[in-house]
């Protein structure tokens, strides 16, 4: 497999699954009808998601690699609230695009264990 092949992660939930609640969502969806906009925070075992990874890299096709995770919470929130926070929640990206920018390299930041690519 080339190094530059890049894998889509498909991430979904699904609440029929038992486990342990977990202290953080590292997944975040966002969804809207109507008046109302809801963020869904879900939590994927980072094991479940080596092992699809590693299965991906060995299939010669390039399709998106569906993972399953655990949602940890539902906060809805009316639209017109949601836009009222618009101005503050763009300067907020703009300043971590800006510290992401001032890294040695912009493309690939390092924060604790994780990793952001800018694509």
């Known amino acids: ?7 889509m992660l498909e ?3 699904d609440d029929r699954l038992p486990s342990l609640p977990a202290a953080f969502g590292n997944f975040l969806q ?4 109507a ?12 094991n479940t998601i ?4 590693e299965k991906a890299k060995k299939s010669p ?11 940890v919470a539902k906060v809805v929130v009316p639209a017109l609230s949601l836009m009222q926070v618009k ?18 390299d912009a493309k ?3 924060h604790g264990s994780g990793r952001v690519i800018q694509t």
């Open 50 to 53: 080596a092992v699809a990874i």
């Open 108 to 110: 690939e930041a390092h």
């Open 11 to 13: 991430v979904r939930t």
């Open 61 to 71: 096709e390039e399709e998106s690699v569906k993972v399953l995770g655990t949602p």
């Open 1 to 7: 497999m080339s190094e530059e092949r890049k894998i």
């Open 30 to 33: 966002i969804s809207r009808l």
């Open 87 to 104: 101005e503050h929640i763009v300067q907020m990206f703009d300043v971590i695009e800006k510290e992401i920018g001032r890294l040695p």
């Open 35 to 46: 008046t109302e906009v809801q963020f869904e925070f879900l939590f994927v075992d980072i």
